[in-house]
């Protein structure tokens, strides 16, 4: 009654409990206004039904077939009680019992074959012989016998006229009568629906319901205008929601952990599918993104130098760019000798600008290195830096790298300064930024340390001349000065003439040796100059790197003198792709089952739910309640599920994937960040909104009765 009033707009709860009260008392239910429907009797229902009907105090009320599952004593009261309505309103009433049409109806309309056959004013006056068989009329029984002995008095009534043989055990004892008989026994008291009336029977006058009297309007408030209002708000939606939850049985609370597993599932698809798809710079670049690489199978010397003098162009680097580096960690007496291996791409320190550095500062020599953060990432990927106790960038500023020569670090060769870490850049290029002048000693090195063994494979190693200055002095001859000048070990003077030229070639021309010398170290090498170096290394390299200063206009040059050019960042991130589509795909397939199975679940559950429900729905649809507020009834309880039990399954599995994207092996198998939580919300909470609701629509589509009727699902 209380939810009718709030669908006309009368939400104050004082104005509500005024109606209601009222209305119970004049149908004489106020003393089971707490009690639940099933408790009722047919007759009690039938009143309630009333009281729902007339509460809201409607100018028309239609009533079809009031009586028509009542018995006579019901039937005559709710007969009653509607007749004394019709004083105030227009009462439409539909029955199959003339006799109370023409004792109650001012005006009768009969109905044949579903046509009017008749339409006219009730004129009739007479009584109404409507026995109620819940009334026995003492003076109609034909026996009649009064027993009185010893202050006993029994009064016997039969409807027969010969007494019926009946046996009865009559007991008092403590105040209590206690009966036994041959036939069923029916204790007639205040509760019992079984009158007995010393009377004769009459039939029925108008004064029966001219005793009652219905009379709304005093209690009504005309500031209140009937208005149909939604009886649902964002909180009452949520509070019912998790009341109905609550109220759940223990075996549907235990299928809930269905919603919990499912939405954990679907946190665990989307970070699976973002961590597949979502294909980070870190997963494939290896050398500086503004790099473009010309491919050749053997470089001309005089076209590089041609090519690096162009204005569009920064430098030139033979080879990919890609240096092997150590890094040693010298923090205790156990760990000396100790090195971590790293590949990163040799870059220009022009490249970068000073308030590019996140950490420590510019370099301020040849032998200073500026690092990215791409590169610190490696360091930190390797579990041996955190043994160690490095745990941060900071502790890598004044470290040193040097170039890894695989075997070749011994007295007899040359090994390059190492390089002092001075500062952090994040350009998102693994990338090791120093002096341009250190880049083809730097090549050449690591070159020579790819092949170790060049003089077995009747190759020269030659070393920049400028390396060893301070390490050996010339014998004889001088010092090279010149392309293709050499200088070899004393131990050779016998075997390579003074000025003479060896059949070793660089850029087509034979070396040749202008001095001898001897080394204080032992050194067994052969050193020219820089440019002997630089052409020796060209062409060793199939390709080159180009570091343009205007890229699109570097791309063309090279396509229109017919070389191969790509750049180097696209090329290995087409690589990355191909090599890691089957990957992708069977992930991808991975993660949609996983999220379908979820879905399915929760599809399965939330039918389940509602159908058992669908008479709640047909009950609400019936009273009057609107489609819209029957949607956000169930969204309520959708909600409250989502909140309750979606909302923390997502939760612990992102704590879950947390911790494991800390971990380098699973670093780049998942992706959590807000978006990826955000989806997995809106996956939940918008496939249990759209699959709750469904099965509603479904049924709200049927008129109330199909959906009682249980016809409501197709």
Do not use: W
Not at 69 to 80: A, G, P, R, T
């Amino acid at each position: 009654m209380a939810l009718v009033l709030k669908m006309v707009g009368i939400k104050k709860k004082e104005e509500i409990t005024k109606r209601v009260n009222y209305i119970l008392e004049v149908l004489k239910m106020y003393p089971y206004r707490n009690r639940l429907a099933y408790m009722l009797s047919g007759g009690q229902k039938q009143r309630v039904a009333i009281a729902r009907a007339i509460v809201k105090n409607p100018n028309i009320i239609i009533a079809d077939e009031p009586t028509g599952n009542l018995d006579s004593k019901n039937s005559i009261e709710i007969m009653n009680i509607i007749k004394s309505i019709s004083k105030e309103k227009l009462v439409i009433l539909v029955t199959h019992e003339k006799e109370l049409a023409e004792f109650y109806a001012l005006r009768t309309i009969t109905v044949v074959d579903g046509k009017i056959a008749s339409d006219e004013l009730n004129k009739k006056n007479q009584d109404l012989d409507y026995r109620m068989y819940n009334k026995i009329y003492l003076k109609d029984m034909p026996v009649h016998e009064a027993i009185k002995e010893k202050g006993l008095q029994i009064d016997y009534y039969d409807d027969e006229e010969q007494k019926a043989k009946t046996k009865v055990k009559m007991v008092v004892k403590n105040g209590n009568i206690y009966i036994q008989s041959d036939k069923k026994i029916e204790i007639i008291d205040e509760d019992s629906s079984i009158e007995l009336v010393n009377s004769h029977y009459k039939k029925m006058s108008r004064r029966i319901y001219e005793n009652y009297q219905f009379n709304n309007e005093k209690i009504i408030n005309d500031h209140y205008k009937k208005k149909y209002s939604s009886i649902y708000n964002i909180v009452t939606l949520l509070i019912n929601g998790v009341k109905k939850i609550l109220s759940y049985s223990p075996l549907k609370k235990i299928l809930l952990l269905g919603f919990f597993i499912s939405s954990m599932f679907i946190v665990y698809a989307v970070s699976t599918l973002f961590g597949i798809t979502n294909i980070k710079d870190e997963k494939f670049v290896a050398t500086n993104r503004d790099y473009l690489s010309v491919i050749s199978y053997q470089n001309n010397v005089s076209d590089y130098i041609k090519d690096e003098a162009l204005d569009f162009i920064d430098y030139l680097l033979p080879g990919d760019s890609k240096i092997n580096f150590e890094i040693e960690y010298p923090d205790y007496y156990q760990t000396v000798g100790v090195t971590q291996r790293i590949t990163a791409s040799i870059s220009a320190v022009n490249r970068i600008k000073q308030e590019e550095i996140i950490l420590g500062e510019m370099p301020q020599n040849k032998t200073q290195i500026v690092i990215d953060k791409m590169v610190v990432d490696k360091i930190f990927s390797d579990i041996l830096a955190k043994q160690i106790g490095i745990t941060n960038s900071s502790q890598l500023i004044g470290r040193t790298l040097k170039v890894a020569s695989d075997g070749m670090s011994n007295n007899q060769t040359t090994s390059l300064s190492d390089y002092t870490i001075v500062g952090i850049v994040d350009k998102k290029s693994p990338s090791v930024y120093l002096e341009k002048e250190n880049f083809i000693n730097i090549i050449s090195m690591n070159q020579a340390g790819q092949n170790p063994n060049l003089q077995d494979s009747g190759a020269i190693r030659l070393v920049d001349v400028n390396l060893v200055s301070d390490e050996i002095t010339i014998k004889k001859g001088r010092r090279p000065e010149n392309d293709y000048e050499i200088i070899v070990n004393n131990n050779y003077a016998s075997q390579m003439k003074l000025n003479k030229t060896i059949d070793q070639k660089v850029n087509g021309q034979k070396l040749k040796v202008v001095g001898y010398y001897e080394s204080k170290y032992g050194k067994d090498e052969y050193y020219a100059t820089p440019n002997t170096i630089k052409y020796q290394t060209i062409e060793k390299s199939q390709n080159f790197i180009v570091c343009p200063k205007n890229k699109e206009q570097a791309m063309a040059y090279f396509l229109q003198t017919n070389r191969n050019i790509e750049d180097t960042y696209q090329k290995d991130k087409t690589t990355y792709i191909e090599r890691m589509k089957s990957q992708i795909i069977s992930g991808i397939t991975v993660a949609c089952v996983i999220l379908a199975i979820s879905l399915v679940e929760i599809f399965l559950m939330i039918r389940s739910s509602f159908l058992s429900r669908k008479k709640e729905v047909g009950i609400l649809r019936a009273i009057g309640v609107k489609v819209s507020d029957i949607y956000k009834m169930f969204l309520g309880e959708i909600l409250a599920i989502d909140l309750l039990i979606c909302t923390p399954g997502i939760t612990f599995m992102s704590y879950i994937l947390y911790n494991l994207t800390k971990t380098y092996y699973f670093a780049n198998q998942f992706v959590l960040n807000s978006t990826v939580v955000g989806i997995s919300l809106l996956i939940a909470f918008g496939f249990n909104i759209i699959v709750g609701l469904l099965p509603v629509y479904h049924t709200l589509r049927k008129t109330p009765a199909q959906i009682l009727s249980g016809n409501a699902i197709d």
